[in-house]
T-cell receptor, first 117, second 116 residues
Framework: DAGVIQSPRHEVTEMGQEVTLRCKPISGHNSLFWYRQTMMRGLELLIYFNNNVPIDDSGMPEDRFSAKMPNASFSTLKIQPSEPRDSAVYFC???????????????FGPGTRLTVT | GDSVTQMEGPVTLSEEAFLTINCTYTATGYPSLFWYVQYPGEGLQLLLKATKADDKGSNKGFEATYRKETTSFHLEKGSVQVSDSAVYFCALSDLGNSGGYQKVTFGTGTKLQVIP
């Protein structure tokens, strides 16, 4: 099993540019989560998909952020336009099931370190 | 809503010392509890979990017991090693009022540094 795959691993861009982060969940997992991690705010849930449908996007900071999951094996998180305060590590995670039980663990990808200058 | 509170770090210990990282929670339903570990430059990975009251999760010498009466899930290890240096996250997973969907809440993380 290859685990959760994220690309790119590092992204450096200038303010105002569009940034697209990519995630491939573990095959067979039907829930996918996007998180952002910073020193100041810790680990924040941005959005959560179940069976490719967005369930909870209340964590998306503003309209500059959007996420899609066109199929079960691929998701994107897009920031347009990017700002320096978006600099963070962005993680994607997946779980094998949904609903009961709540005991499913999350499988995290290695993250994308985004730097916006 | 659900919340997880864990002790502030960083925690610095000498090798072979005893480790405790405190974690308490509030939840509306009957959550499952987890400890995740994050090594430098990596994503979080599951360390151990417990799914009901009085369950004990254990892995790699780490243990935590689900205490419903004190709403706690403290992480312990009898003898830490330099290789245990990492950030540790307490988390809960609850269906609660989320419409039947799993909702996961993480603590802020506790950085552990073990010195030789």
């Amino acid at each position: 099993d290859a685990g959760v795959i994220q690309s790119p691993r590092h992204e450096v861009t200038e303010m105002g540019q569009e940034v697209t982060l990519r995630c491939k969940p573990i095959s067979g997992h039907n829930s996918l989560f996007w998180y952002r991690q910073t020193m100041m705010r810790g680990l924040e849930l941005l959005i959560y998909f179940n069976n490719n449908v967005p369930i909870d996007d209340s964590g998306m900071p503003e309209d500059r952020f959007s996420a899609k999951m066109p199929n079960a094996s691929f998701s994107t998180l897009k920031i347009q336009p990017s700002e320096p305060r978006d600099s963070a590590v962005y993680f994607c995670a997946s779980t094998p099931g949904q609903g009961a039980p709540s005991s499913y663990e999350q499988y995290f990808g290695p993250g994308t370190r985004l730097t916006v200058t | 809503g659900d919340s997880v509170t864990q002790m502030e770090g960083p925690v610095t210990l000498s090798e072979e010392a005893f480790l405790t990282i405190n974690c308490t929670y509030t939840a509306t339903g009957y959550p499952s509890l987890f400890w995740y570990v994050q090594y430098p430059g990596e994503g979080l990975q599951l360390l151990l979990k417990a799914t009901k009251a009085d369950d004990k999760g254990s892995n790699k010498g780490f243990e935590a017991t689900y205490r419903k009466e004190t709403t706690s899930f403290h992480l312990e290890k009898g003898s830490v090693q330099v290789s245990d240096s990492a950030v540790y996250f307490c988390a809960l997973s609850d269906l609660g009022n989320s419409g039947g969907y799993q909702k996961v809440t993480f603590g802020t993380g506790t950085k552990l540094q073990v010195i030789p």
